[in-house]
C-alpha cells in the first residue's frame, strides 16, 4: 500500500476540517519566537530554563543550517511559548535586555515566528496545490531551470562567503572578550589582594582618607 504524504493527506480532508486544522497551525505561529544566534551547544533544556523566567515554552524545535551541516555555526530555533501574549513578552525582553547563552559572543535575538519557518506547515485551504514535472533538454523551459540552477548555485556561493566573513569577526569579538574579561579578572584579583593584605588600608591612612567600615 502506497503511503501518503501530508500534502495529498490535507487534500483528502473535508474544507472545514482543512480550515480548523490551518486555524490551529496559525494559533501555534502567533505563540512561536523565531531565535538567532544561538550557540551550537545550547540544547532545549536549556532554552527552557532561559525563557522560562518569561513564561511556559511548550516545544523548542532547532532548525538546520542548510549552508554548513556540519560546521561549528551559531543555531537558530523555533520556540512555541504557552500563550501568544507570553510570546511577545520575551521577543520584548530580549529586545530590552539583551543576553548571550553558553558564551556566544553575540547577545541572542527574538522576533516573531512567521509561517513560512515551519517546514510541515499545512496547504492553506483553498489554495491550489503546486504540480511538479520532469523537464527534458529539448522542453522548451529547460533554458530557465539552467538559469535559475546558476541562480541558485551563485547565492549559495555568495551566502558561503558572507557566514566565513560572520564567523571571521565573532572569532575575533569573542577573543577580544575573553581579553576583557581575563584584564577584568586580574584587576579585581589584585584589588581583593590589596584589601586583605593591608595595602590599601595603609595607603589610606597615609593620605588621611577615609574607608567604608566594610572593606
Not at 516545544?59 to 543555531?75: K, Y
Not at 509561517?115 to 533554458?143: A, H, M, Q, Y
Amino acid at each position: 500500500m502506497a503511503s501518503t504524504s501530508h500534502a495529498e493527506g490535507q487534500a483528502l480532508l473535508s474544507i472545514e476540517e482543512q480550515r480548523k486544522i490551518y486555524a490551529e497551525f496559525e494559533a501555534k505561529v502567533k505563540r512561536t519566537v523565531y531565535i538567532e544566534h544561538l550557540s551550537p551547544q545550547v540544547t532545549d533544556a536549556v532554552i527552557k530554563a532561559a525563557l522560562g523566567q518569561v513564561g511556559r515554552v511548550e516545544t523548542v524545535e532547532f532548525l538546520p543550517n542548510q549552508v554548513f551541516p556540519f560546521e561549528n555555526l551559531a543555531q537558530a530555533a523555533l520556540v512555541e511559548m504557552e500563550s501568544e501574549k507570553k510570546a511577545k513578552a520575551v521577543v520584548e525582553t530580549l529586545t530590552d535586555f539583551p543576553f548571550m547563552l553558553s558564551g556566544m559572543p553575540r547577545p541572542i535575538r527574538a522576533k516573531r515566528a512567521w509561517l513560512e519557518l515551519f517546514p510541515d506547515r499545512p496547504t492553506r485551504p483553498g489554495k491550489k496545490p503546486i504540480e511538479f514535472r520532469w523537464v527534458e533538454p529539448r522542453d522548451p523551459d529547460s533554458d530557465n531551470i539552467k538559469k535559475l540552477e546558476l541562480m541558485a548555485k551563485r547565492h549559495q556561493a555568495e551566502r558561503i562567503a558572507l557566514i566565513k566573513a560572520q564567523l571571521e569577526i565573532e572569532g575575533k569579538l569573542a577573543e577580544q572578550e575573553q581579553e576583557a574579561l581575563t584584564t577584568d579578572y586580574k584587576k579585581y584579583e589584585i584589588l581583593d589582594k590589596s584589601i586583605h593584605d593591608g595595602t590599601i588600608p595603609k595607603l589610606a591612612s597615609c593620605y588621611d582618607i577615609s574607608l567604608a567600615e566594610d572593606i
